[in-house]
């Protein structure tokens, strides 16, 4: 069934009352964002569980999703009648289903995808799977989680300003001085001077605008928490009155009191590592709620008295906008040389380019966020790369690019005067039926960095040598994938007659190059940043054949562990005397290497368009 010849012709005859029919797309379409948006964040507490690019791009996902369903149902006649046949097998009753069957065909498609969505069967259950997919893939609860974990673990320093501070207010509230503990220790003083100063933190931070937003949200959990708090008061005066108070131990013998005290002391502490664990938990989530990079994020938590590093996203916020702005200027820059005739249209020049730089963006969103806890997306057993999952990211976000397209030609050529969305749609199913060969090079590009971010550099291998590596790999693929989508463009009469093969050779390859250099180094990075450090042991080892220089990596902890070297990280070198200056002689003479394969690589695909 030709869904989109269907479509095309449908289209003109189903949108016949313009403004009316307008309405109700835009009406329906709003209901169907408003109902996703409130889908997608339920429970409510699914915001504050992950970063906020993490959750955005997972939350559109499902917006762009839940757009194409409602685009599919109201304007696909064979849906339309599907649906008005089966508003009566419901279970509404007959005055309902006789309403809902005289709605006109958006808002009854948005009636479908909103309020009666979990009473159709099928519907529901592909709803329910694409929602919980999602929010896998966008680590929801288990960033929060994660960052609760790592707060737990982290050293915790109190600043002299905060420590006058929280030392008054206990004097003030009845306590000693010998009742208060800054230093790290297991002892109940500890925890509850940690408590103490956790909660004034988080008064302090009701004057910040973001964290205080995160409060007005969630006022029950924090007022739970103050309760907590004011409830273990008493008990922790209480408690350390007593312990001051316990007698010694006579003859060895431990005496009733002794031991009623000792209970009271280990129920008390109990409590407080409770009510740490909810502090720990809130403070993690107000985090990721009210920071939206890592920077930010890094920076509160240091402020707070933790000493933690956070794993670093693949890709920051400012690394994908620095990314992003790069594609739109070297698009834009080689429209203008390629296509003299546009250089006065800087407004076509500048939105082509926006959205052929969001087809390559959402192909390096969907290569680098890899759910963690997705046993598809690693390694096997045996260390073979995921090639099932590279396959699913390339056709992942060739979906995603194709209804994001979509949606920017609707919004680029839509005209506000006169509202001519069946014009518009019209065409934009056109482009879709004949230029969807484009789709190819987001499929490439997103399998390919996919399966670039998987490799490690090693000792021949250097990170300088890979970034040169990986640019090239991924020219060499845009290439011919360009080649690829050339023909594949001239059989389905969606090549331009301006288009020159050389120009797209050459665009794709700078393109692609600039992509595989700064991506999968960039990911990379952020991977050896979270690892913990390792240090290292070294020896100059007599074996046969000469002198053997061995570097043994020692696990980062002391004690037993320090002692049971971690031979599995041997690293064996060959020095049989090469003396300094040869090594550094050798090096550079890499580097020079390295540079000028990487000139190479840059000068390769120009070379090839002038003369194809």
Not at 418 to 442: C, D, G, H, S
């Amino acid at each position: 069934m030709d869904i989109t010849g269907d479509l095309v012709k449908h289209v003109p005859r189903l949108l016949q009352s313009q403004i009316v029919a307008y309405l109700d797309y835009v009406i329906g379409g709003l209901f169907v964002l408003m109902y996703a948006s409130h889908r997608f964040n339920t429970p409510t507490t699914n915001r504050s569980t992950t970063t906020w690019l993490r959750y955005h791009m997972a939350a559109k996902s499902y917006w762009l999703v839940g757009l194409a369903l409602f685009i599919l149902l109201a304007i696909h006649q064979p849906f339309q009648a599907i649906l008005k046949h089966s508003v009566s097998l419901l279970g509404l009753d007959p005055q309902a289903s006789e309403l809902a069957g005289r709605l006109s065909p958006p808002l009854l498609a948005a009636l479908f995808l909103t309020v009666l969505l979990p009473r159709v069967p099928y519907l529901a259950d592909v709803d329910e799977w694409i929602r919980r997919w999602l929010q896998k893939v966008a680590a929801i609860p288990f960033e929060a989680r994660r960052v609760s974990a790592e707060l737990r673990k982290a050293t915790f320093t109190v600043p002299p300003a905060m420590r006058d501070r929280v030392t008054a207010d206990l004097l003030s509230e009845e306590f000693r001085k010998e009742d208060l503990l800054f230093t790290e220790s297991r002892a109940p003083q500890f925890l509850w001077t940690k408590i103490t100063v956790l909660m004034r933190h988080l008064d302090s931070l009701e004057a910040d605008h973001g964290f205080a937003a995160f409060m007005a949200a969630y006022p029950t959990e924090l007022a739970q928490v103050r309760a907590q708090y004011k409830l273990l008061l008493p008990k922790a005066r209480k408690c350390f009155r007593l312990t001051r108070d316990l007698p010694a131990d006579l003859d060895g013998r431990r005496s009733r009191a002794s031991d009623a005290v000792r209970e009271y002391r280990d129920e008390f502490g109990d409590q407080a590592r409770a009510l740490l664990g909810t502090i720990y938990d809130f403070l993690s989530r107000g985090v990721l709620q009210s920071r939206h990079s890592y920077a930010a994020r890094c920076e509160l938590l240091r402020e707070l008295g933790f000493d933690c590093r956070l794993a670093e996203p693949a890709l920051t916020l400012n690394q994908h906008v620095m990314l992003f702005l790069l594609l739109i200027t070297l698009l834009a820059v080689g429209f203008v040389v390629a296509e003299p005739s546009n250089r006065t249209d800087v407004g076509e020049v500048l939105f082509r380019s926006l959205r052929i730089a969001v087809l390559y963006t959402v192909a390096v969103l969907c290569a680098v966020y890899r759910p963690r806890r997705l046993k598809l997306a690693q390694r096997d057993e045996r260390g073979f790369p995921p090639v099932t999952w590279y396959l699913l990211v390339g056709g992942m976000a060739a979906v995603i690019a194709l209804i994001a397209n979509a949606a920017l030609k609707t919004l680029g050529d839509v005209d506000l005067a006169t509202l001519n969305f069946a014009e518009v749609l019209k065409q934009v199913l056109v482009e879709v039926r004949e230029k969807y060969p484009w789709l190819l090079m987001t499929f490439v590009t997103g399998a390919a960095v996919a399966c670039l971010v998987d490799i490690k550099p090693g000792v021949a291998l250097t990170p300088t040598r890979l970034r040169w590596i990986d640019g090239t790999v991924m020219a060499a693929l845009a290439m011919t994938a360009a080649v690829i989508v050339w023909f594949w463009l001239e059989q389905t009469g969606g090549r331009s007659p301006h288009m020159q093969l050389r120009w797209l050779l050459f665009r794709s390859a700078l393109m692609s190059f600039t992509i595989g250099a700064l991506v999968p180094t960039w990911s990379r990075q952020a991977r050896r940043k979270a690892q913990p450090t390792v240090s290292q042991d070294v020896a100059l080892v007599s074996r046969p054949g000469g002198l053997r220089l061995v570097t043994r990596r020692l696990p980062p902890m002391g004690g037993p562990a320090l002692r049971r070297r971690a031979i599995r990280g041997r690293a064996t070198q060959r020095v049989n005397g090469t003396s300094r200056g040869q090594k550094l002689v050798r090096g550079a003479t890499t580097k020079r290497t390295a540079v000028a394969a990487g000139l190479a690589a840059l000068l390769l695909p120009y070379g090839i368009a002038l003369f194809v």
